[in-house]
Structures are given as structure tokens and as C-alpha cells.
């Protein structure tokens, strides 16, 4: 038994040591092939990162020469890993690195919300979260001009990193055509409108300044009356720059927009400082910032200037074609909307002033003849607020044409220390006169002549300044008076619709006047005695009539006088009706010059003239009829010997009375003079 076992030990030791054998050979077997799969797998990832080294270069060269901006980012800290020149110049830096530090970390660099650099890095968070991204993104660019760009933003490998991809694709043309379309259909709308012309011009403005943001522009428009140009558009420069060129004169050397508009043509100031253009308003331009002045003229349809579009820099600068083409569009539309709103203004002036002169009209012919002093200044009141001025007045000439004295004023004019009203002689007004003859009207001004200046003196004393629009009053073919608008300041806006609205206002006083002329004409005549000029018969019988009743009321006196001629048809036998009528005259004016302005004188008929004395008792009223006898007496008449007398006779108002008794009375005493020798006085007892 134990030979057996003895016996299988030395087989069972060489089947292990086989066994063992086969298991190392195995083993090599196994260990050859794994180094020969990790040899193949080694190969393998060397190709693939050739293939990926090569991929990536063909990314970069592709993204190099590509005509859109790229950038990668870094997924993770948002660092920039790529970008091609396009990216770069876009940025308005040289380097990756540069791109990195000075924009992608400050967010000054960056426009402002909803551009800013906190808007960016949203959408790069967006992008890594949901996958691509497309938006459109606004930068400026080293020049400060936007540049609009079609921006999408989707995930890549690159050089073994999962980046962002950032593509911008340029359309800043598109974007600016858009911008400018709608502007320029915000403006065609607001032409259209009630919208006041500021607006209009206000969006011309913004359509070229969308192009040019760095720039100022401005449009000035024309004041045809004064020759000056003013700001059309919104302010864009600080108050005393405005206040500087606002009413800049149309004459060459008038800085860059008096210049443009005096020649027509173009005009650039590169540099203000170099421009003697500029010389009165160069302190004004430094205080706004103002470097540089580009100034094209708006013309009309007609060529005709309407103003100019001017555009400052704050640094020397001319403009490229670029510029003026760009401008071309906002100068046209420019040209459209001042015509426009003139012509829309020449209409409603039109309607003004038509509706205007109607109701003046109105006013004019149906108002009561005696009430015409009130209507006339009525009127006035009226076109002082329509035209904006300061005084108004209507000058009429005196019978002999040698004064113009103010007959309505509007406000009312002070009178002088003498309690006279203002006159003005027609050497004062030739100048006026003058022009009235020329043109139908006549505009004065302070500092043209000496002669307007006198004239403004004397119509606006104290003021040194202003002027004056002069439309005549014609009545019966000539000139009989003077409507006078005056203003304080020297470049009042007469404008044409000023002058065709006073001038018809003119012609219609002209026949309110003579109207109120010819009522006066008639009461004159109805009342007074054609050859004396004298109360007549009718007149006086009322006057003492009134006396009667009035003394009646407040038991007061009054004396009454009756004059007559002594020997008056000898005078008309032995020297005629003439030399009659002529004494009659004397006789009347004597006894009109040497009574109190209470008292009345009135022609009684014939040769008898009578004086009413109120509030003169019968002792008082001898008294002055035997003064005025003596006037008469000592008076020397145009007839041989030219001596003339008068009788008369005196009585006083008693309670009771009538016109026939007082009158009685007065008459008996003239005859007891008569009887008693004339050239002498007889008090009633």
C-alpha cells in the first residue's frame, strides 16, 4: 500500500509541473496580447489626436479666414480661447488676451443695458444650459459708431475643451436702413400732422445722427423779413451757444451756417480755432465743446434758401464722401418739411387773417357813426394782441396836411405838459411817406437811418430801439392819416401776411373815418350857421331851452345877450353883400373869442346874434355885453372907414320864465338902445 502511494507522487508532481507550464505559457500568451491590443490602442488615440490636432487647425484656419466674427469661450470660466481679427477689430483690440482683461472683464467697455457685459454673459449661460442661441447683439466700435451683429452662440469642442462658439455676422447696414426707414416715416407723419415743425426736424436730425453718433447736428431755418437764421430743431447745445448764433445774420463771414446760406453753397470749418468766421462766436463754441462746423443749405423746390443743416464735432474734423452722402436724405427731407409747414402757416395766416379783416369789417361799417372813436379803438385793442405788438396807433392829418397828430392810440398815449397830444410833422414822417408811395406800406427800423430813428423816438421815446409797420389811411384819393404798429424790438417779424391784413384794415378806418367825417359834416351843418360858423337859430333855441329848464330845477340865474349890427343894410347897400358878410364874420368871432368857454354863442338871424351867459346874474351880464361892445368897437372891419358898432340888449332868467319872455325882454332892451343912439348896451328892468 505504501509502495502505491510512493509510486503516484512522482506523477502527480510532473502532471502539476505540466499544469504549471501551461498556465505561464498562457500567461506570456496573454500578456503579448495585451501589450500588442494596448499597443493598438495607442496607435489608435495618436491618430485620433492627430485627427483632432488637425481637426482644430482646420477649425482655426477656417475661422481665420472667415468672413463673420468668432470667438471661443472657455464653458467654464468664460476665458476666450479663439478669436479670429474680425473678433478682434470688432472689439477694438490686438490680442486674445487684451480681448480677455479689457472687455470680457470691464463692464465699461460695453454698451449700456440691454448690451452690457451682465447681458452677454446671460446669454453665454443660456447658451450652456438649453444649447444654441441666436440673438442680435449691438458694440461700438473704436470709432464710437454701433455695429449691429447677428450673433449666435453654440457649444463646441476645441483643442479637448467644451467652448462656447460665438458667430457674429455684420448687419449694421440692414440695422441702419431699418432705423433710418423708420425714422424717416416717423418725420413723413409728422409733416402730415399738427405736429409743430421742431418735430419733423427733430427726426430728420436723429436719421443722420444715427449714422454719425459722435456728431451734433442742427437745422436753422430762414427768417426771409430779417435775413437771419434761427434754430429749427430741438436745442442740442448749452444755453449761451443757442443764444450766440440764434439769429445768425445771412452774410458771408457769419460763422459756417451765415456763410453756407449766403453763397448756397457747402461750407466746412475744420477747425473753429482756424476759421475767422468764427471770430465773434468762437468763445461761445469753446463753452459748448464745439471743434468743428460742417454746414450744407436746405433749399427749396424753387432753389431758394430755406435754412441749413449744420454738424459740429468736438474735435477738428472735415466730412468724407461717406457723410455727405449720408446726409443727402435727412437734407431733403429737411427742405420738405419747412415748406411744408410754411405753406401749412401761409394757409392758417391766410384763414387769420381773412377771418380777421371780416370782422373788422363788420365792426366798421355797422357801428353807430358817432361811436367811432370807441370802434377805432376797439380795433386796435384788437390788432395790437393779433400782431403781437406794443403800440398802435391812427395818425390823422390836419386840414392843412401839414401835421399828422395821433387821433386813437391803443394803449393810450400820455399827453405832454401842454395837454396836447402827440404830432408829427411830414418832414418827421417823409421817410414813411416815402416808402408808402414806393410800395404801399412802410417798415421803419432803429438804426437804419437817422430819420427812422427819429421817428421811433418820437412814437416810443425812451426806448432806443424797435420798430414800426405804417399802413395809409387814403380817404377821397389821398393819404389823410397814418396806422401805425409799433414794436420795442429792432427785428420785429413784419411778415406778408402782416402787412395783407393791415392794409385792408387800413382802407376800411379810411372809411369809418370819412363815414364819421361826413356825420360830423351834416351835424355841423344841421347846427351851425353856414357863414359864421356860429350856433344857428334852431341850436340856440335848444341851448336855451336847456338853460331854462336846468335853472328851473336848481333855482339858479343865467343872463342872456342880444347883439345886432348897427346900421348893417347901410353897410350892404353902400358896400355889398360881400363886405356884409364879411362883417357878420368879424362880429361873430369877436364875440366867440371874448366869452368863457361855459358860455354859448349862437346867430339869431339876420344881423342878431345872442349870448348865453350861465350862471351870471343880470348886473354881471351888463357888464360883459358892454365889454364885448367895446371889443367891437376898437375892432377894425374889412370896409371903408372899417369902423363897425353893435346895440344890445341884456336880460336875466327870472322863475316863470319862458324862451319867448326872456327873449322879449332882451329884444325890448336892444330896441330902447337903438332908439337911444346905438353903440351902447340896455339892461331889462
Not at 17 to 41: D, H, K, P, S, T
Not at 263 to 268: D, Y
Not at 624 to 647: D, K, Y
Amino acid at each position: 500500500m505504501m509502495t502505491e502511494a510512493s509510486s503516484l507522487i512522482p506523477l502527480a508532481a510532473g502532471a502539476l509541473v505540466a499544469v504549471l507550464g501551461v498556465l505561464l505559457a498562457y500567461r506570456e500568451w496573454r500578456i503579448r496580447r495585451l501589450r500588442m491590443e494596448n499597443l493598438g490602442l495607442l496607435q489608435e488615440l495618436g491618430d485620433a489626436q492627430r485627427r483632432f490636432k488637425d481637426s482644430s487647425r482646420e477649425l482655426r484656419g477656417l475661422f481665420d479666414h472667415s468672413a463673420i466674427s468668432v470667438m471661443l469661450f472657455d464653458r467654464f470660466d468664460r476665458t476666450v480661447l479663439y478669436a479670429n481679427d474680425l473678433a478682434l477689430e470688432m472689439f477694438g483690440v490686438d490680442s486674445m488676451a487684451a480681448l480677455t482683461n479689457d472687455v470680457m472683464q470691464r463692464p465699461d467697455a460695453w454698451s449700456g443695458s440691454p448690451y452690457g457685459l451682465a447681458d452677454f454673459e446671460a446669454w453665454l449661460e443660456k447658451a450652456s444650459r438649453l444649447g444654441m442661441q441666436r440673438f442680435e447683439w449691438k458694440l461700438l466700435n473704436q470709432t464710437g459708431l454701433p455695429v449691429w451683429l447677428d450673433a449666435t452662440l453654440v457649444s463646441l469642442p476645441y483643442e479637448g475643451k467644451q467652448t462656447l462658439m460665438f458667430t457674429g455676422v455684420n448687419i449694421s447696414v440692414r440695422k441702419i436702413a431699418e432705423s433710418t426707414d423708420w425714422l424717416r416715416n416717423r418725420a413723413m407723419l409728422a409733416m402730415t400732422g399738427d405736429r409743430p415743425l421742431a418735430a419733423s426736424l427733430d427726426l430728420i436730425v436723429a436719421m443722420y445722427q444715427f449714422t454719425s453718433p459722435n456728431a451734433r447736428c442742427a437745422i436753422m431755418i430762414l427768417d426771409e423779413n430779417t435775413r437771419t437764421l434761427g434754430w429749427g430743431n430741438r436745442p442740442v447745445f448749452a444755453p449761451p451757444f443757442n443764444e450766440a448764433l440764434d439769429n445768425l445774420p445771412v452774410r458771408y463771414g457769419a460763422a459756417t451756417c451765415g456763410t453756407a446760406a449766403s453763397i448756397q453753397g457747402r461750407v466746412v470749418t475744420e477747425d473753429i480755432d482756424k476759421d475767422d468766421r468764427w471770430e465773434r462766436y468762437r468763445d461761445a463754441g469753446h463753452a459748448a465743446g464745439v471743434a468743428s462746423c460742417w454746414s450744407e443749405p436746405v433749399l427749396g423746390s424753387d432753389g431758394k434758401v430755406l435754412g441749413t443743416f449744420a454738424v459740429y464735432h468736438d474735435n477738428p474734423w472735415t466730412p468724407g464722401e461717406p457723410d455727405i452722402e449720408a446726409l443727402t436724405g435727412p437734407l431733403y427731407l429737411a427742405s420738405l418739411a419747412i415748406e411744408r409747414y410754411q405753406a401749412r402757416d401761409r394757409l392758417q395766416r391766410m384763414v387769420a387773417a381773412e377771418k380777421t379783416i371780416r370782422e373788422i369789417s363788420v365792426t366798421l361799417q355797422t357801428m353807430d357813426p358817432a361811436a367811432t372813436a370807441r370802434g377805432v379803438r376797439s380795433v386796435l385793442k384788437f390788432l395790437r394782441e393779433y400782431l403781437s405788438v406794443d403800440q398802435c396807433l391812427v395818425l390823422q392829418g390836419t386840414q392843412e396836411g401839414s401835421l399828422f397828430e395821433v387821433a386813437h392810440a391803443w394803449p393810450e398815449l400820455p399827453c405832454d405838459e401842454d395837454e396836447e397830444r402827440l404830432a408829427l410833422t411830414r418832414d418827421e414822417l417823409e421817410e414813411a411817406l416815402s416808402e408808402i408811395r414806393e410800395q404801399g406800406y412802410g417798415v421803419i427800423r432803429y438804426d437804419e437811418s437817422d430819420d427812422g430813428d427819429e421817428l421811433i423816438d418820437l412814437l416810443m421815446p425812451g426806448q432806443n430801439a424797435g420798430s414800426c409797420l405804417i399802413a395809409p389811411i387814403i380817404q377821397s384819393d389821398q393819404v389823410s392819416g397814418l396806422l401805425v404798429f409799433c414794436s420795442r424790438e429792432d427785428k420785429h417779424h413784419w411778415q406778408a401776411f402782416d402787412i395783407n391784413t393791415v392794409t385792408p384794415v387800413a382802407a376800411l378806418l379810411g372809411s369809418a373815418l370819412t363815414r364819421q367825417s361826413l356825420l360830423q359834416e351834416l351835424t355841423h351843418q344841421a347846427l351851425h350857421d353856414r357863414l359864421t360858423g356860429l350856433y344857428n337859430r334852431g341850436k340856440t333855441e335848444d341851448r336855451l331851452t336847456q338853460e331854462i329848464v336846468r335853472s328851473s330845477r336848481y333855482g339858479n340865474t343865467f343872463s342872456l345877450i342880444l347883439f345886432d349890427v348897427d346900421h348893417f343894410k347901410l353897410v350892404n347897400d353902400r358896400f355889398g353883400h360881400n363886405a356884409g358878410d364879411d362883417v357878420l364874420v368879424e362880429v361873430a368871432s369877436q364875440l366867440s373869442t371874448n366869452v368863457r368857454s361855459a358860455d354859448f354863442v349862437g346867430r339869431w338871424g339876420g344881423e342878431e346874434f345872442l349870448v348865453i351867459l350861465p350862471e351870471t346874474d343880470l348886473d354881471e351880464g351888463g357888464a360883459v355885453a358892454e365889454n364885448l361892445r367895446l371889443h367891437i368897437a376898437e375892432q377894425t372891419f374889412p370896409i371903408p372907414g372899417g369902423s363897425v358898432t353893435v346895440s344890445a340888449g341884456v336880460s336875466a332868467f327870472l322863475p316863470g320864465d319862458d324862451l319867448q319872455e326872456l327873449v322879449k325882454r332882451a329884444d325890448t332892451a336892444l330896441y330902447q338902445a337903438k332908439d337911444e343912439g346905438r353903440n351902447q348896451i340896455r339892461v331889462s328892468a
